[in-house]
């Protein structure tokens, strides 16, 4: 059908009319598409908590309208509680809601008790820089007890402060780690220590693998394996591949130490039943 220019001009017209009220009646439509999935750093005004500076990163993941992912509460990537959350993402009001669920593994001082926290975040953007912010609340865990309330204002981050430190989530069992020099065969030499106990020492990497076999399940949900370099070889620094073997999975890690520091990744046991949001 044919459309004289002027109706056209007035089709046109009232359609950007339609749009420029759209956007006024409706402020939430475009925040709708909205990706929140990433990494979120804040800190927490936790009297009598874990630690003297209470750090927490926020690994959302975004599944349509459901939220899931990791929560640490942190003092450094040594001293840590990492918890697992499911939430609910209400994108017409740019607002989430989270609860923490189970503990997943921590490294904390043995007296402190874990505060599992449930918070209701608002997202807002200026310019660059994008933030979740709004109400925290808590019980400690085992004992139900309140852990307090507050706010808490978080940034969005572009890696998590755990990047140095890889962490493989795997199920109950026996997980084989096979040490391989990485490229060219330059008479590196290592030692592998799990959770500081010494299980390889001094062993040359080469095409061969280096096995250290490691238990993870319900008595023991953390483990960590650490990388020594005994020497640098002729190629500095010492880097390994490490092919990890969980039941039927299977991960490929490129390992780099040095004298002064060594490399580690970590092991935590991950149950299979999955807690929904309530």
Request: glycine share 8%; aromatic share 12%.
């Amino acid at each position: 059908m044919f459309l004289c220019p002027g109706f056209r001009l007035l089709v046109i017209y009232r359609v950007k009319i339609f749009l420029t009220n759209l956007c006024f009646l409706l402020p939430g439509f475009f925040s709708a598409a909205q990706d929140i999935s990433g990494f979120w750093k804040g800190t927490l005004n936790m009297p009598g908590g874990c630690f003297a500076t209470n750090h927490i990163e926020l690994q959302i993941t975004l599944n349509g309208d459901s939220v899931y992912g990791n929560s640490y509460h942190y003092e450094d990537i040594d001293n840590y509680v990492k918890k697992k959350f499911v939430g609910v993402n209400m994108p017409t009001d740019n607002k989430i809601i989270l609860q923490e669920t189970y503990i997943n593994t921590y490294k904390i001082p043995f007296l402190c008790r874990v505060c599992i926290k449930t918070y209701e975040l608002l997202y807002s953007k200026k310019g660059n820089e994008e933030t979740l912010e709004g109400e925290w609340g808590g019980y400690i865990n085992e004992t139900g007890a309140n852990c307090g309330t507050g706010f808490i204002k978080l940034s969005r981050i572009k890696e998590s402060a755990f990047k140095e430190v890889p962490e493989i989530e795997v199920d109950t069992g026996q997980i084989r780690l096979d040490f391989y020099d990485n490229a060219e065969i330059d008479g590196d030499s290592i030692s592998v220590l799990v959770n500081k106990r010494t299980v390889i020492a001094h062993q040359k990497l080469s095409a061969r693998p280096i096995t250290v076999f490691v238990a993870v399940d319900v008595q023991n949900t953390f483990q960590e394996v650490e990388m020594v370099a005994e020497n640098l070889g002729t190629i500095p620094p010492n880097t390994a591949i490490l092919v990890v073997t969980a039941g039927e999975k299977r991960y490929q890690l490129i390992l780099s130490s040095t004298a002064e520091k060594s490399a580690r990744v970590r092991f935590v046991y991950d149950k299979d039943d999955k807690p929904q949001f309530k």
